[in-house]
């Protein structure tokens, strides 16, 4: 890894620069206190005080809806795939979304490679920001282990004060930074200022479970029973906004689009979410989970233990969406603490 500096005053150049080469998605204010990901033409500063967007930067590697192929009945069947990508930049990245990319990655390119993910994720450079102090009351980001990132990023900021630390991670996180950045060696004095800064750190940012996320896994399991999915039940409306919101939330549905001449259409596939009604409904019309507690009791299962199991981390990144969208103030902590405290004996 290699260590540089660019000052304050320097960054809007950057960021203007890398506009002629790819698009550019940065972080802009929306409404008052709610942010998004967009294309902008400028640099937004002070870029460490935004609260999470409203929706994750995924959506540019894995879009809310996109068409997967595009087919003609008549005169002969054809079938075209459409896999879409372009050079892309996803500038000012927390380190929970980062992590979330990271899982995206796992998935989209294990077992058998989405090819429209894998794609687009390999013409999109990550320059990310650090947090220095918790970003809202609903991040919970050390207490699922995403504070700190360690890959799945080109270019990572940290604000030092009149300039920002940069650690450059990968061969084009350096080029783009060689080509379009003015160069500042890194003093001994700012070496000492950002490492002083990430270890102060560590003590602003509370463990919010009353476990380790390590136990998880093993709580969950056996919690199919647990009173907290009733209290669910009687809560939940149903919406759906919790998987949306969600930096790792990956299931999709598929439909065909036909024309109007019924001869050609296109495939598409768009997000779909597990706490809808229809999710679990099968062709025959049985839905194996047909209560919102069962939804939810598969969705906190979906983060703290099938995939957690499987992959060995949190499928839960910390970045408090879910409970900033929810209409009824469910709290994915306030859910964890509560399976913890009713299983607490699977805990050693």
């Known amino acids: 890894m290699i260590e540089t500096i660019i000052n304050k005053s320097d960054v809007g150049s950057f960021y203007k ?8 998605y940065g972080v802009k204010e929306k409404e008052e206190g709610f942010y ?40 002969q069947p054809v079938i075209q795939p459409v896999i879409e990508s372009k050079k892309q930049i996803l ?14 990655d796992r998935i989209f390119s294990s077992d058998h490679e989405d090819l429209n993910y894998t794609r687009k994720r390999a013409e999109t450079v990550i320059i990310g920001m650090n947090c220095l102090r918790p970003c809202y009351e609903h991040a919970h980001c050390a207490s699922v282990g995403c504070l700190d990132v360690d890959d799945g990023y080109d270019i990572m900021m940290t604000d030092i004060g009149s300039s920002f630390h940069l650690s450059i ?39 919010k479970f ?34 949306i919101v969600c930096p790792t939330c990956y299931c ?70 879910c409970v900033r969208s929810c209409p009824v103030n469910i709290d994915i902590v306030e859910t964890v603490n509560a399976v913890i405290k009713n299983n607490k004996a699977e805990v050693k």
């Open 91 to 104: 500038f000012g990245v927390r380190p929970c979304d980062i992590h979330g990319i990271n899982l995206l």
């Open 169 to 207: 991670k990968t061969p084009m996180g350096q080029e783009i930074f060689d080509r379009y950045a003015n160069l500042v060696e890194v003093s001994n004095e700012d070496r000492d200022k950002f490492r002083k800064l990430i270890k102060e750190r560590i003590d602003k940012f509370e463990m």
């Open 252 to 321: 999709f549905d598929v439909f065909d689009c036909m024309e109007l001449n019924m001869t050609s259409g296109e495939r598409c596939r768009e997000w779909d979410a597990c706490t809808l009604k229809d999710f679990a409904v099968v062709a025959t019309g049985e839905n194996f989970r047909s209560t919102r507690g069962q939804r939810q009791r598969h969705r906190f299962n979906r983060k703290f233990n099938y995939l957690m199991t499987k992959y060995n981390t949190s499928f839960c990144v910390g970045c408090g969406r």
């Open 36 to 75: 998004v990901f967009d294309e902008t033409d400028e640099f937004a500063d002070p870029l460490d005080d935004y609260k999470p967007t409203i929706l994750p930067p995924k959506k540019y590697l894995f879009p809310q809806q996109e068409t997967l192929l595009r087919f003609e009945t008549q005169p």
């Open 17 to 24: 620069c890398l506009k002629e080469e790819f698009t550019v």
């Open 210 to 243: 009353a476990t380790d996320v390590s136990n998880l896994p093993l709580l969950f399991k056996n919690a199919d029973n647990d009173p907290v999915w009733d209290e669910l039940n009687d809560r939940c409306l149903g919406c759906g906004r919790c998987n």
